[in-house]
């Protein structure tokens, strides 16, 4: 299943089964300063930077929430300063239409991890806004499970997200982080992963879901996440 179709379908899921996504938002949003100007939300999906941006009474003159999901779009908050736009961040005319808007900050949260080529997708972003500040899970997320299933991760490794993080913003804060969810059971994790939209286009055989559910050895799932914040060179 593609990334896209995955978001799409598990939408209404999404909200409830996505705790780490949660926790990435937040420590994305208590980084930033109180004064944001105008924002554009890559990847924004059902709002969850929006709703904290609110909550912690962060100022921001306009909002541009962007996805490719309309579903998850659907779910956002609507309001006289918010404008959402259908976009894809693996395309080069999402970023030529979002560098007319002028904008000042551009957050990203549980999103980039996606992008096909990495290096573009933060190059595009650092020539939209002067200041950025990303939120992205990283390979080592389920490691223990891509090793049982003899499967790659389908996302970018840590050192390759910094890598290309670092070529396009002088870094203000660069920090990973691990974390670990428990769950009563191993068929209870593989729903989730399924369900939450971490998986994205990580699809096991059935020999291999078999092995999981008999040798996974935790009784929770491992992610490994990334927060970059920083200052667009091409804005200097």
């Known amino acids: 299943m593609k990334v896209k179709e995955q978001f799409n379908k598990?939408?209404?899921?999404?909200?409830?089964r996505s705790v780490i996504q949660q926790r990435g938002a937040e420590i994305v949003v208590d980084?930033?300063?109180e004064s944001l100007g105008?924002?554009?939300d890559l990847g924004c999906g059902s709002g969850r930077l929006f709703k904290l941006l609110q909550n912690r009474s962060l100022k921001f003159n306009r909002f541009y929430g962007v996805d490719f999901a309309e579903s998850m779009l659907?779910?956002?908050?609507?309001?006289d300063n918010i404008e959402l736009l259908i976009g894809d961040f693996n395309q080069a005319s999402t970023f030529e239409r979002l560098q007319k808007l002028n904008a000042d900050t551009l957050l990203s949260a549980s999103a980039l991890q996606w992008a096909k080529d990495i290096e573009f997708t933060f190059n595009s972003a650092a020539k939209t806004a002067p200041f950025g500040a990303f939120f992205l899970f990283s390979s080592g997320t389920f490691k223990t499970i891509h090793k049982i299933a003899g499967v790659h991760s389908p996302?970018?490794?840590?050192?390759?997200?910094e890598s290309a993080f670092l070529k396009s913003y002088r870094a203000l804060?660069?920090?990973?982080?691990?974390?670990?969810?428990p769950f009563p059971s191993t068929l209870e994790m593989l729903r989730y992963i399924q369900e939450s939209g971490v998986s994205g286009k990580l699809m096991l055989s059935y020999r291999a879901l078999k092995r999981v559910l008999r040798e996974y050895p935790f009784d929770y799932l491992e992610f490994e996440t990334a927060l970059f914040i920083g200052e667009s060179y091409d804005f200097n």
Do not use: N
Not at 155 to 161: D, E, G, Q
């Open 74 to 79: 659907s779910l956002h908050p609507k309001g």
């Open 31 to 33: 980084s930033l300063p």
């Open 38 to 40: 105008t924002v554009i």
């Open 155 to 161: 996302i970018h490794s840590y050192t390759a997200l």
């Open 10 to 16: 598990y939408a209404k899921h999404y909200p409830h």
């Open 173 to 181: 804060q660069i920090e990973q982080f691990h974390f670990e969810l």
